[in-house]
């Protein structure tokens, strides 16, 4: 089992930058990558960022040269920075961590941005 907890939420107005994180326990090891998915009220929740455990990122095109997605993995963290952020990007974001076809959630962080 692996246990996500997301932290770094927010309020901040357009234009503004937040960084999420994403601390993981529990089997670790097991894992192939983690992702960081949004769901807005009313819509479908979207795949934002992945990073597998051989470093390869992949960003959904709406967010392709704003956010970096990064890992720590002395601290078993994944981060999400997010720059240059506009009113459509609020949501709530939730961590992932998968291997194979297990999935494995965290409660999610509601980011908010104003215009």
């Known amino acids: 089992q692996v246990q996500l907890v997301e932290s770094g939420g927010g309020l901040v107005q357009a234009g503004g930058s937040l960084r999420l994180s994403c601390a993981a326990t529990g089997t670790i090891f097991s894992i192939n990558g983690m992702r960081w998915y949004r769901q807005a009220p009313g819509k479908q929740r979207e795949l934002v960022a992945t990073i597998t455990n051989g470093g390869s990122t992949n960003y959904a095109d709406s967010v392709k040269g704003r956010f970096t997605i990064s890992r720590d993995n002395a601290k078993n963290t994944v981060y999400l920075q997010m720059n240059s952020l506009k009113p459509e990007d609020t949501a709530v974001y939730i961590c992932?961590?998968?291997?194979?076809?297990?999935?494995?959630w965290g409660q999610g962080t509601q980011v908010t941005v104003s215009s």
């Open positions: 992932n961590a998968y291997r194979y076809t297990n999935n494995y």
